[in-house]
């Protein structure tokens, strides 16, 4: 047992030299030197969401947030006192709190039995995975070993997250920078199962979406007079809708059945299904969940190498809202 562990000692040590590159995780990177720490981050995270179910939302959005602007490297969790760090773009404003608070707890929690040994990029992307199975999604291992950012700057984020504007080709020319397919894309879309939008994210689509028809004819009518509802014209810019009208609480295949049926919330979504090219693609996952958990389960581990920091790169943060030094 003492050889095994010198072993994994030594090809740890060799992949903490030679760290660096994007994909050198490895998934029990913890074995030995925090060995319970998804189950710590895992209690954690379950103490949350039996607060709040925005915990479930709000933490699979912030670890896509997170990967794509600098990488996965909890860079979207530093607080900066003016107000200039990279969750204070105007792209970031609208991440629920309770996402930032789901990791700062969990990291707490690990702090107090593995004290600087855990990244905080890591300890987002275990929550990230748990909360997908508190929402009844399925559950993937987590590959570890990303360090934290050194880097966190709101003037960094413009342009590097998609809107819900985008049509099919920026969709797809986003998710590539980043090595994710059309195939990804898609898979990674249906995380908006859950959660919600603001109004004046998709009003256009209700009320200016051009001349000749101010209403998306891509809408189904009665959804359209639905969401025109609920958000009247100047309507508070509080208000939130959900983005699955279905089955909001539940990570299922149904934001791609509520596609078939012209049911997307954003012209990102809807695009998926009318754009020939990708329509194949979600009407495979409206008629087949279990392709589509594969898919997605396949697409979140190819976001998790995102950009990630490893070896000598970045620091372990003892804090998530503040670099060390």
């Known amino acids: 047992m003492e050889r ?31 060995p319970n720490v998804e189950f710590i981050v895992q209690q954690a995270v379950s103490l949350k969401f039996s607060q709040t179910f ?13 990967c794509f602007v600098e990488g996965c490297d909890a860079s979207v969790m530093i607080a900066s006192p003016n107000g200039d760090a990279e969750k204070d773009s105007k792209d970031n404003l609208s991440l629920a709190g309770d996402g930032f608070d789901t990791v700062v707890k969990a990291k707490q929690a690990v702090e107090a039995q593995c004290p600087g040994v855990v990244s905080c990029a890591d300890i ?14 399925p559950s993937y291992n987590v590959e570890l070993g990303r360090r934290d950012g050194l880097i966190s700057q709101a003037s960094r984020v413009a342009g590097k997250l998609p809107e819900p504007d985008f ?17 990804d894309m898609i898979a990674l879309s249906g995380a908006h ?7 004046d994210r998709f009003a256009n689509r209700l009320y200016s979406f051009t001349p000749s028809n101010p209403v998306d004819p891509s809408l189904d009518p009665e959804y359209a007079k639905e969401l025109k509802d609920m958000c009247p014209q100047n309507v508070d810019p509080t208000i939130a809708i959900n983005m699955d009208p279905a089955t909001p609480r539940t990570f299922d295949n149904e934001y791609y059945k509520n596609l078939v049926k012209g049911k997307g919330l954003f012209t990102s979504d809807q695009v998926l299904f009318t754009d020939e090219s990708s329509q194949g693609t979600v009407s495979d996952f409206a008629n087949n969940a279990f392709d589509f958990n594969g898919a997605f389960v396949t697409a979140m581990r190819k976001l998790g190498r995102v950009g990630v920091k490893t070896g000598g790169q970045g620091e372990i943060r003892l804090d998530c809202t503040r670099f060390n030094s």
């Open 4 to 34: 095994l562990r010198g072993l994994y000692v030594l090809i740890l040590a060799i992949i903490l030299i030679l760290g660096g590159a994007e994909g050198e995780l490895v998934e029990n990177f913890y074995g030995f030197t925090c």
């Open 54 to 66: 925005v915990t479930i939302p709000a933490t699979l959005r912030l670890f896509f947030h997170d």
């Open 124 to 137: 987002l992307a275990i929550a990230t995975r748990d909360v997908v199975v508190l929402a009844g999604g």
């Open 167 to 183: 049509n099919l080709i920026q969709l797809n020319t986003m998710f590539a920078r980043h090595n994710l397919s059309q195939f």
């Open 193 to 199: 199962t859950l959660g919600f939008s603001h109004c």
